[in-house]
T-cell receptor
Framework: EAGVTQFPSHSVIEKGQTVTLRCDPI?????LYWYRRVMGKEIKFLLH????????ESGMPNNRFLAERTGGTYSTLKVQPAELEDSGVYFC????????????FGEGSRLTVL | QKEVEQDPGPLSVPEGAIVSLNCTYS??????FMWYRQYSRKGPELLMY????GNKEDGRFTAQVDKSSKYISLFIRDSQPSDSATYLC?????????FGTGTSLTVIP
C-alpha cells in the first residue's frame, strides 16, 4: 500500500513568487492534515480536511496560504506571494479515523524562499 | 508558554544502553499521547500511541504517561545504532495535534 506522498520534495523560490505543494494521502483516508516545521521549531498544525471540507484551518498563518482538497482525494497548499518566513518543511499527514494518534506522514516538502 | 516542552538534546549513548526521553505539557485537555520517530529527511513515523495514564510496552519500547504530573516518557531498552533518529512527542485533544521540538538521539556502536 502506498504511503502519503508529497511533491515536490524541495522547492527554491524567490520572495514574491508562488509555490504549490501537493499531497496524496493514503487511499481511503478521509482525514488530511497539513503541518509546517520552521527550522529549530516544533511541527505546527496548519489545517485539517475531512474529505473535501476544511474541518479546522486555525493554524493557517495568513491569507497568503490557500489549501484545497477537491474531490476529497489529493490536496494542494499554495503560498502566494511567498515571504522569507515561509521557509520550512511542509508535512502532510493522513489518518483513517479522526480521534486517533495514528497519523501517517509524508516525507515533507522543503520550501526555501530567497 | 509552549503547549509541549521537550529537551532537544542531542543525546548520545553507547549501544545497549537504556534511553529515556521525556516531555511535559500544560494542557489538561490532552487525551492522546504519541511518540514519533523521524529519520533525517524523512517524515515522522508513529512509534507508540497511548490514551490513558500508565505504561504501554512494544518490544524494546515503553511509553509512560502520568497525567497528574503532565509528563510523558519513552524508554528504549537495549538501544541499537538503528535507533539513531529524532524522537518527537505529540499530544492531541482529539482534533489538533501538538508536537514537541524533538530529541536527537545517537546510539554509538
Amino acid at each position: 500500500e502506498a504511503g502519503v506522498t508529497q511533491f515536490p520534495s524541495h522547492s527554491v523560490i524567490e520572495k514574491g513568487q508562488t509555490v504549490t505543494l501537493r499531497c496524496d494521502p493514503i487511499s481511503g483516508h478521509d482525514n488530511l492534515y497539513w503541518y509546517r516545521r520552521v527550522m529549530g521549531k516544533e511541527i505546527k498544525f496548519l489545517l485539517h480536511f475531512v474529505k473535501e471540507s476544511k474541518q479546522d484551518e486555525s493554524g493557517m498563518p495568513n491569507n497568503r496560504f490557500l489549501a484545497e482538497r477537491t474531490g476529497g482525494t489529493y490536496s494542494t497548499l499554495k503560498v502566494q506571494p511567498a515571504e522569507l518566513e515561509d521557509s520550512g518543511v511542509y508535512f502532510c499527514a493522513s489518518s483513517l479515523a479522526l480521534n486517533t494518534g495514528e497519523l501517517f506522514f509524508g516525507e515533507g516538502s522543503r520550501l526555501t524562499v530567497l | 508558554q509552549k503547549e509541549v516542552e521537550q529537551d532537544p538534546g542531542p543525546l548520545s549513548v553507547p549501544e545497549g544502553a537504556i534511553v529515556s526521553l521525556n516531555c511535559t505539557y500544560s494542557n489538561s485537555a490532552f487525551q492522546y499521547f504519541m511518540w514519533y520517530r523521524q529519520y533525517s529527511r524523512k517524515g515522522p513515523e508513529l512509534l507508540m500511541y497511548t490514551y490513558s495514564s500508565g505504561n504501554k510496552e512494544d518490544g524494546r519500547f515503553t511509553a509512560q504517561v502520568d497525567k497528574s504530573s503532565k509528563y510523558i516518557s519513552l524508554f528504549i531498552r537495549d538501544s541499537q545504532p538503528s535507533d539513531s533518529a529524532t524522537y518527537l512527542c505529540a499530544m492531541s485533544t482529539g482534533n489538533q495535534f501538538y508536537f514537541g521540538t524533538g530529541t536527537s538521539l545517537t546510539v554509538i556502536p
